[in-house]
């Protein structure tokens, strides 16, 4: 499966922005999809996956209860909804795939990556 993620931006602190990621090639359907972000000079960071069925969610505690993760399989698409934003939550955000939750929650392994899409949060 190919993913794009796209839907960046710049935006103020405390406004909102949905990311999504969209798929195509093998059935999107079939795998989790799950949502990393890399700050300058940081290291790649966990932030939210979703079930392939969409019955199944996780966040990083970086993110939850701000951000909300969704998929609609019949248009081969992944959101991230980011509510609240903050200067820190500025990041190149990827997609990337994995067979099961289990995988994504352990660390992989990661079929896909989607190129990231750009988020700006100013202050």
């Known amino acids: 499966v190919q993913l794009q993620a796209s839907g960046g931006g710049l935006v103020q602190a405390g406004d909102s922005l949905r990311l999504s990621c969209a798929a195509s090639?093998?059935?999107?359907?079939?795998?989790?999809i799950a949502w990393f972000r890399q700050a300058p000079g940081k290291e790649r960071e966990y932030i939210a996956a979703?079930?392939?069925?969409?019955?199944?969610?996780d966040y990083a505690d970086s993110v939850k209860g701000r951000f909300t993760v969704s998929r609609d399989n019949a248009k081969n698409a992944v959101y991230l909804q980011m509510n609240s934003l903050k200067p820190e939550d500025t990041a190149v955000y990827y997609c990337?795939?994995?067979?099961?939750?289990?995988?994504?929650?352990?660390?992989?392994?990661?079929?896909?990556w989607g190129q990231g899409t750009l988020v700006t949060v100013s202050s």
């Open positions: 990337a795939a994995a067979e099961t939750m289990g995988a994504v929650l352990t660390g992989g392994p990661f079929g896909s």
């Open positions: 090639g093998r059935t999107f359907s079939n795998y989790a």
């Open positions: 979703i079930s392939w069925g969409g019955g199944s969610a």
